[in-house]
Structure formats: structure tokens, C-alpha cells
């Protein structure tokens, strides 16, 4: 070989043919010296003092991951971030939404005096604003509480562990270990968990992690759970007892939606995305004392300021349409309750109503805002309703829109269930960057939502 | 800097996405660029955050850095580039975060590496950092969470880490900035020629040696300015396709113009397309 300018097969032809000569155990022989270099190195510069302290992080890991322990303990500290987020959020709730019903009669008296146009004030202050306040109110405290909550659960280490204890129940059903953890981000935020499934390396494994994401509950849609929970669940309970069967209910709707996901994956790894699931290595990092400030920035601004923006961004035009489509009239019949009508047997079928199905269709940029739209159609006054207690809610749809058990048990699961809000389907796209993909990752669950809703509807008007 | 619409997406349907190619970095207005490189959950991003002000998501669990996180600091009237890459254990096998490291390694040409490690797990860390060093010389080496290590009961001598190592060796405790003007500084002498790195390169077994001694100047041929022949010869010898590719196609060779492509996000390269 003599060429000056050696050609890219040339090269490749000769390193073929050492590789050859070399034998096939080449990569165990660099990493074995590598690893016996990084030994004697480590080895020289590191001296572990006699007085090692106890090693808290293994016994703490033993029990928080121990097979018996390790799922109830993990139960047991979700109930209990559930429950501290119930009581913590139903005080502050009523404050601000009484303080955004000030602000709004004070100014339509304000508008009526300056001899505004009654439509003008209508869509700005009983449209646009109370859309506002109402996600402001019903969002901003439990998000307040249960994003540094989540935080501190992070910073401390305790995610890599939920994976641990989850990560045989995934390969089970033909997923990915790791895919507990962007379940777990799930809870912050689906569009949040899409992105987090980067840390999935198998192409195969990552889209099921993608299309399954959806069926763990959103901080969007948790006030919803936590509502339905308090109205209709802790109702039947003593008031002493009223926050834990709330909180308990919540987190039976958590599990169902971990259940949903396990069975969704466990489908899609036996038809579509064939496979075998892939083994990873966890590592359990040492338990870190959280930072306090940063777990205040982390989960105040980079968190909740963000989910919060976003829902006002999106319950501003949501309050506009809602307005227009309860002030437009044909016929003397609202567009809002026509297209609640047409909807109404679809929504029978599956236990609801056509108001509720409808609240989802416009509710689709941002799920944080079914309940307002929902309780605005019902209201049919044009504007979304000023019920500023729970009890007064529980008045509205039991009395008034004829709601039961069956309603509210629905609306959970459909809920949970049901189709990615569109920032979740947009990430869809962003990260899969396939039509085919992203349809089935929105539709799915939507079949989900009505298979489940329909079969819970029709057993319940049989046996009950 | 974000690349318009149209270059993004003939990136995206270009053949050669997600291989070595488009791992181009233009260097916009900095004097330097600095990579970040280390094991997952060794404050890697608690450094970059420490250094560039930013406030990249922290957590106490591996796989974060799904992105590659890009900022800016100062020193001494010198603007660096930092370049936060993903955690990863090794740079051997073909997986997304560790081919991104490498690529951006091998193809962003950073005028310093930082590799973070764990001052508690040190030899674990060390796998990498000799990695990263067979790549690169210019190497820094930055012993994090000495205060782990302290609670344990470790004591790590950076000093004679450093001599071992060849290249320069800073602890820090990245949460409480400690050890961070540093690891900065160092940074910057290694950069100005004042400190010299002479890492040292694992020594495998004479044959693979002398295998690597015949490949190596038929390779400086084929591509003629590459800095680290040696390191394409092991993974020639290796068989690893990436790098069979890179050469045939030129893009090794091409290295210098790869220097004023645009610059692409990450995520593009993790997008599924084209793999399913």
C-alpha cells in the first residue's frame, strides 16, 4: 500500500482485514483495559476514611424498594400529596374566586355606568374575564401545592425509585422500564411526558411510551378529579372523613389511568409495535436534601406560572366562544344548546350529556377548562356561572341538570381517558414527526374514553 | 439561533440525519466553545447552570438532559460557549445520547471538554473520562459533589488524579459554586496553551496496538487534518458503522466545512423519523 492519498475503501478494506486478524473479542479487550486504567487511577487519588458513615441511602432504598413495601409506600406518599392538595386548595380557591367576582360586578357596573354597549361588557367581562378567573381560581392553588410537592419528591431522588418498583409491571407488557418515569412526568404535564420519553432509546418502546402518556391525569385535569371527588365522593362520607375519601378517590382514578396505560401498552407491544423489551440499567442516585429555593423556582415559575399561562392563554378565546355560541341565537334556540342537543344521544350512550361532550370540544386547546365551559352551557345565561362553593355546584348539577352517581363516575373516567389536549398532540407530532402516529395517539384514547363510558353506562342501567 | 423553517426541514428528510454530518456547530459570536460531558446525576447540569446563569431543569434523577442545552458565560473579556451534552456512561455503544456526545465531540471540535464526575463513584467516571480523552485532548477534568463525597468519608486527591490523568483536575461542589472560578480558570489556561494536557490513552494489549499504529496514517490520508486518527482507528477496528460511513461519504474528510454548517437542535436528531 503505497498510495499517497489513501481512498475511504481502501481504509476500510485494511481495517476489515486487521479486524479479522484481531478476532472478534476487540470491544471486550478495550473496554477491559479501559476499565483496568480508570481502576488503577481511581484507585490511586481515591482513600474511603475508616469512619464511614452509615450508609442511610441503601437501608431507606431497601425499604422504599423492597418488593412487599415498595408499591404500598408509593401509594401510600401519592394519597398523601393528593390529600395535602385537596385541603390545602379548597380555602384559597373560594378566596380568589369571590375576589375575581368582585373585580368583575364592579367593573360591568363600571361599563354600565360609562354607557358601554350591554354586548360589549357582556363578552369582555362575563366572557373573556370570568373564562379567566375561573381557571385562575380553580387552577392556580392546587397547582401551587402540588407542583413543589412533586418537586421535592424529585430533587429528593424518589422518582428513579417509583421507576424501579414499576419497571416489571412495564416489561410485562412489553414496554420500556423507564417509561414509569415519563409516566410519573405525566402527572406534571402529558405534553411535559411525551418529551420526557427521549430518555427511551428504542424507537419502539419510546413511541408506546408517547401514545400511552395521555392516560395518566394532567395538572390540567386533576382540578376536575379533585372537584368530582369532592362533590360527589366525599359527599357520601361523613365531613370528617370527606377530604380522605376525596383524596382516595383521586387516587383510585390515578390507578386506573397507571392500569389503562399498562393495557394500552401491553396492546399496542402485541400488535403494532411488536417487540421485545429492552433491559436498561436504573441507577438509583443518592438521596439529595432538597434545595428549597430551587424547588420554589422550579415548581412556581418554570411549573406552574407555565401551566397557568398556558391556560389563560387558551380559556380567554375558550370564555369569547362560549359567549358567542350561548349569545347567538337561531330560532330563540342558543347555537350552544343546539349543538348540545345534537350531541345529547352520544352522550347518553356513554353516561354523560351533550353539554359535557360539548364542553370537550371546546375545550380541546386546554382541558383545564371542561368544568367552567361545562357549568357556563348549563347556566344558559350566556355567561359562566358565579357558584363560588362547591355545595353550590353540587345544587346546579344534581338538582338542576339531573347528574348521578353514574354522571360523575363517567365524567372521572372520560375524563382520564380521553382524547391529548392539543399541545400534548402538537408535542405528539414534534417528537414523532408522523401523521400516522400522532392520529392514532389522539384517537386511541378517544376510543378508550367511549368504550370504556359506553360499558360502564350500560352495566350500570342494567344492574343499578 | 434557531434555523429557519426550510433548512430544519430538509435537515429532517436528508438521508444522512441522524448520522455524524449534521452535527455541525457554528461558533456565532463566541471566542470559545466548551462542552459538558460526564455520567447521568454528577451535577453536570448544576455546573452548566452555575456557569451560564441559566436555570436548566435540575433533577435528582439520570436521563434529564434530554436536549442539549446550550449557553454562555465570560471570563476575562472572553465570551465561551457551553455546551451541556447528555449524561451518558460510555461513548462505545450506539445509543442516542451517546452518539450525540460523541458526534458533537468529534464534529463540534470544542476548544475544551469538560468532563463532571462523581467524586463518590470515581472510578465509574473515570470509564468516560478516558473515553472523552481519547477523542480530545484538550480535557478538563471537574471532581463534582466533593461534598457527597466528604459525608462519605471519600477523600479524592485531585492532584494525583490529575498527574495520573494528564490533564487538569478541579473539585467543585457545583450546588454552593464551590470550586467553580476554578474550574473556570482552568478552563481558560488550558484554552490559552498556559496549562498543557497530555492525556494519557488507555494501553491496550500490543497487538490492538500496533493494528492502530498501521491504521492510523492510512487514515490521516484518507481525511488529512483529523485530529484524532487514533480514536476513528479504534472504532474502525471496532466495526462501528457510524464511523465506516462518515469516512466513506467523505464527512470525515469534510470536517473543516462541517465547522460553518447550521447549527441543529438535538431534538431533530431524537426525532423518530426515518427509524421506525
Redesign the interface.
Known amino acids: 500500500?503505497t498510495?499517497?492519498?489513501?481512498?475511504?475503501?481502501?481504509?476500510?478494506l485494511?481495517?476489515d482485514h486487521?479486524?479479522r486478524?484481531?478476532g472478534d473479542d476487540?470491544?471486550d479487550?478495550?473496554?477491559s483495559?479501559?476499565?483496568?486504567?480508570?481502576?488503577?487511577?481511581?484507585?490511586?487519588?481515591?482513600?474511603?476514611?475508616?469512619?464511614?458513615?452509615w450508609?442511610w441511602d441503601q437501608k431507606v432504598d431497601r425499604i422504599v424498594t423492597s418488593p412487599v413495601l415498595g408499591l404500598p409506600i408509593m401509594l401510600g406518599i401519592l394519597a398523601l400529596v393528593f390529600w395535602i392538595t385537596i385541603v390545602g386548595a379548597n380555602y384559597p380557591s373560594q378566596m380568589l374566586a369571590e375576589f375575581f367576582f368582585v373585580v368583575e360586578s364592579t367593573a360591568v357596573a363600571l361599563f354600565t355606568d360609562w354607557g358601554v354597549p350591554a354586548w360589549i361588557t357582556g363578552f369582555i367581562w362575563n366572557g373573556v374575564f370570568r373564562g379567566l378567573s375561573w381557571v385562575v381560581s380553580v387552577m392556580l392553588p392546587p397547582m401551587a401545592i402540588f407542583f413543589p410537592l412533586f418537586?421535592i419528591l424529585?430533587?429528593?431522588?424518589y422518582?428513579?425509585r417509583v421507576?424501579f418498583n414499576l419497571d416489571w409491571l412495564f416489561r410485562k407488557s412489553g414496554a420500556h422500564g423507564?417509561q414509569a418515569?415519563t409516566m410519573a412526568m405525566g402527572f406534571g404535564c402529558n405534553a411535559a411526558g411525551v418529551?420526557?420519553t427521549?430518555?427511551i432509546?428504542s424507537?419502539r418502546e419510546?413511541?408506546i411510551a408517547i401514545l400511552t402518556n395521555n392516560f395518566v391525569p394532567c395538572n390540567g385535569r386533576f382540578p376536575t378529579l379533585i372537584m368530582l371527588a369532592t362533590i360527589f365522593v366525599a359527599a357520601a362520607f361523613p365531613p370528617a372523613f370527606a377530604s380522605f375519601a376525596a383524596a382516595g378517590a383521586v387516587v383510585g382514578v390515578v390507578l386506573i389511568g397507571v392500569g389503562f396505560t399498562l393495557l394500552a401498552s401491553w396492546l399496542l407491544a402485541r400488535t403494532v409495535l411488536q417487540g421485545e423489551a429492552s433491559a436498561f440499567?436504573?441507577?438509583l442516585?443518592?438521596?439529595?436534601r432538597p434545595?428549597i429555593l430551587?424547588i420554589l423556582?422550579?415548581s412556581l415559575i418554570?411549573r406552574t406560572i407555565f401551566v397557568l399561562w398556558r391556560a389563560i392563554m387558551t380559556a380567554a378565546p375558550a370564555g369569547a366562544v362560549i359567549w358567542i355560541l350561548a349569545n347567538i341565537n337561531i330560532a330563540g334556540v342558543s347555537l350552544a344548546q343546539r349543538s348540545a342537543d345534537f350531541l345529547d344521544l352520544l352522550g347518553f350512550a356513554i353516561g354523560l350529556d351533550g353539554v359535557i361532550l360539548l364542553a370537550y370540544v371546546i375545550a380541546i386547546p386546554a382541558n383545564e377548562i371542561v368544568v367552567p365551559t361545562m357549568l357556563m352551557i348549563y347556566m344558559g345565561v350566556g355567561m359562566m356561572s358565579d357558584v363560588t362553593s362547591y355545595g353550590e355546584i353540587r345544587t346546579l348539577l344534581v338538582e338542576q341538570q339531573g347528574w348521578t352517581m353514574l354522571t360523575a363516575i363517567n365524567l372521572m373516567l372520560f375524563s382520564l381517558l380521553h382524547n391529548p389536549c392539543a399541545t400534548t398532540i402538537i408535542t405528539i407530532w414534534?417528537?414523532?414527526?408522523?401523521a400516522r402516529?400522532t392520529t392514532i395517539g389522539a384517537l386511541m384514547p378517544l376510543a378508550f374514553a367511549f368504550a370504556v363510558t359506553f360499558a360502564v353506562a350500560t352495566l350500570w342501567r342494567i344492574f343499578a | 439561533m434557531t434555523p429557519t423553517a426550510a433548512a430544519y426541514s430538509n435537515c429532517e428528510t436528508c438521508p444522512a440525519h441522524a448520522q455524524l454530518a449534521q452535527m455541525g456547530v457554528s461558533l456565532g459570536k463566541f471566542d470559545y466553545l466548551v462542552a459538558l460531558a460526564g455520567n447521568p446525576n454528577t451535577g453536570k447540569s448544576s455546573v452548566f447552570n452555575a456557569l451560564t446563569g441559566l436555570r436548566q431543569h435540575v433533577g435528582n434523577w439520570t436521563g434529564k438532559t434530554v436536549m442539549r442545552a446550550e449557553g454562555g458565560y465570560a471570563f476575562q473579556t472572553l465570551r465561551y460557549k457551553l455546551v451541556d451534552l447528555p449524561g451518558t456512561y460510555s461513548l462505545l455503544s450506539a445509543s442516542e445520547d451517546e452518539e450525540i456526545s460523541r458526534n458533537f465531540l468529534l464534529f463540534g471540535r470544542p476548544d475544551c471538554t469538560v468532563v463532571v464526575v462523581d467524586a463518590t463513584a470515581l472510578e465509574r467516571n473515570l470509564n468516560l473520562a478516558l473515553q472523552v480523552m481519547e477523542i480530545t485532548d484538550r480535557v478538563v477534568v471537574c471532581v463534582n459533589l466533593m461534598d457527597e463525597a466528604r459525608r462519605k468519608g471519600i477523600e479524592v486527591d485531585v492532584r494525583s488524579l490529575s498527574r495520573d490523568l494528564g490533564v487538569p483536575a478541579v473539585p467543585t461542589v457545583a450546588r454552593t459554586k464551590e470550586g467553580l472560578h476554578e474550574l473556570v480558570q482552568t478552563i481558560a489556561d488550558l484554552i490559552s496553551g498556559a496549562v498543557i494536557s497530555k492525556p494519557v490513552h488507555p494501553s491496550h494489549p500490543p497487538e490492538l496496538e500496533s493494528a492502530v499504529d498501521e491504521l492510523v496514517p492510512l487514515i490521516e490520508q484518507s481525511a488529512p487534518g483529523l485530529p484524532n486518527a487514533r480514536w476513528v482507528a479504534l472504532r474502525l477496528l471496532d466495526g462501528d458503522h457510524k464511523v465506516r460511513q462518515a469516512l466513506l461519504s467523505g464527512e470525515l474528510a469534510d470536517l473543516e466545512s462541517q465547522q460553518s454548517a447550521p447549527m441543529e437542535e438535538i431534538s431533530s436528531v431524537v426525532a423518530l423519523q426515518g427509524r421506525q
Open positions: 500500500m498510495a499517497k492519498v489513501a481512498d475511504p475503501k481502501t481504509v476500510l485494511r481495517a486487521l479486524r486478524q484481531i476487540f470491544r479487550r478495550i473496554v483495559s479501559l476499565y483496568a486504567d480508570a481502576r488503577r487511577i481511581a484507585d490511586r487519588s481515591v482513600r474511603v476514611g475508616a469512619e464511614q458513615k450508609d418537586t424529585e430533587d429528593l431522588g422518582l428513579p421507576a423507564k418515569l418529551t420526557a427521549r430518555v432509546d424507537p419510546r413511541l440499567t436504573l441507577e442516585p443518592p438521596y439529595r434545595s430551587r423556582y422550579t418554570d414534534k417528537e414523532t414527526r408522523s402516529w
